[in-house]
Each structure stands twice: as C-alpha cells, then as structure tokens.
C-alpha cells in the first residue's frame, strides 16, 4: 500500500491560510488522494478528494503537484473550528492492489491561534 | 438521515471479559471497516469486509473478531485475548472498493470508548 507522509503538527493564526502538505512519493497512477478531519472524541470527517487536477470545494481545496508525488490541503481562512487532525490517505482506483485496505497515518495536529 | 450508528458510546469491561461493539449502517454500503485509535495516535486498521459473509485482517486483528451476517452490520468483539484493549474504536463505511468507487466518501461513526477496569 501506498504511503504517505504529513508534518505531526502545524499552527495557524486565525483568519489566515493554512497549508497543510502531505507527501507521496510511491503514489500508484490510479491513487485518489483523500483528506479527511477528525476532531477529538469524534469520527473522521471527509474533507476533499482528487486524482490529477486540483480540486475546490465549500470546505478547501486541494492542490496536487505535477508529478502527483505531493499535495497540499489549503484552509483559505482558518477558523477555531479547524483546529483538528488531518489525514491525507490514497485509494486506489483500480485495485491493482485491491485490499479494500484504509491506510490512515498519524495525521497533522493543526492548532490555530486566535 | 443516512450514516452509521455505533454503540455502545462508553464501554467498560473487567479482564477476562469479552465485549461486542455494534455498528449499523443504513447507507447500503457494501465496505465495512474497524479501527482502533490510542489517544494521541491515529488510526489502525482491525478488520475490513468488502462483501456479506466475507472479511479480512487488517494491521492489528490479533484479540479481535468480527461478522458480516447482514450488509447493514458489521459487530467488532473484543476477546480475553486483546491484552490492552483500552482505546477509542472507530467503524467507517464506503462504497465497494474497485474503479471509480475510489472517489467516492468513507463515511465514519462516532466511535466508542472502550475502557479495561
């Protein structure tokens, strides 16, 4: 399975963006690249996805690099309800290596300061 | 509304004791999947089953089992067996996993805190 690697944490001012980077480096072809956000004492939350392009939605946006080796989660305003643990994880779209398998590393801590 | 119930919220249990941990979806997922999460940690797969009837180990089975009897149902036990059981246990659902499904949403529970006394 695919890896990925984040920062354990990262701090952010209120009202400011954040870029959260997320590293791929053995990232298959037909890997999406998925985000999701948990805050604590709670289930994960899906955050954005994409495959090759970058992607915009009401939450974030995602940016993929070129290579597709990296990608970076970008919080356009960060607010306190953000401060949370992001996971970037990949899923493969063909199952070439299909496990079923969720890969979820350690996350990034994102504290964000008023 | 669709999504998935867990339950119980907070559980204890004495040593030597098995507990069950439900899980029910009712957004006509076929994947299912366990995971365990240690405070400050982030989440490792127990078990996953893509298909009624059918499941797989993932990471970190030993002291677990689990059933896939109905597609709404996915109940995690935690055996004797487990000797550090203590952790807060996640159950997350997707479409099945092949082609374009890869795209689409894991949708999770809100976990249940297990705690050993």
């Known amino acids: 399975d695919a890896k990925t690697t984040q920062p354990n944490s990262m701090e952010s001012n209120e009202e400011e963006p954040v870029h959260l980077p997320c590293n791929h480096s053995?990232?298959?072809?037909?890997?999406?690249i998925h985000w999701y956000r948990q805050l604590p004492s709670q289930g994960p939350e899906y955050v954005i996805h994409g495959l090759t392009s970058n992607v915009n939605n009401r939450m974030a946006s995602l940016a993929i690099a070129e290579d597709r080796k990296s990608s970076t989660l970008i919080l356009h305003r960060a607010t306190l309800r953000d401060a949370a643990v992001y996971y970037c994880i990949l899923r493969d779209v063909l199952g070439s290596s299909n496990t079923g398998k969720l890969i979820f590393g350690q996350g990034t801590t994102l504290q964000v300061k008023p | 509304d669709g999504g998935i119930t867990q339950s119980p919220k907070y559980l204890f249990r004495k040593e030597g004791q098995n507990v069950t941990l439900s899980c029910e979806q009712n957004?006509?997922?076929?994947?299912m999947y366990w995971y365990r999460q240690d405070p400050g940690q982030g989440l490792r797969l127990i078990y996953y089953?893509?298909?009624?009837?059918?499941?797989q180990k993932g990471d970190i089975a030993e002291g677990y089992s689990v059933s896939r009897e109905k597609k709404e149902s996915f109940p995690l036990t935690v055996t004797s067996a487990q000797k550090n059981p203590t952790a807060f246990y996640l159950c997350?659902?997707?479409?099945?996993?092949?082609?374009?499904?890869?795209?689409?949403?894991?949708?999770f529970g809100e976990g249940s805190w297990l705690t050993v006394v």
């Open positions: 053995t990232i298959s072809g037909t890997d999406y």
């Open positions: 957004l006509n997922h076929d994947a």
């Open positions: 089953s893509q298909i009624v009837n059918d499941f």
């Open positions: 997350a659902s997707s479409i099945v996993f092949s082609g374009r499904s890869a795209g689409n949403t894991i949708y």
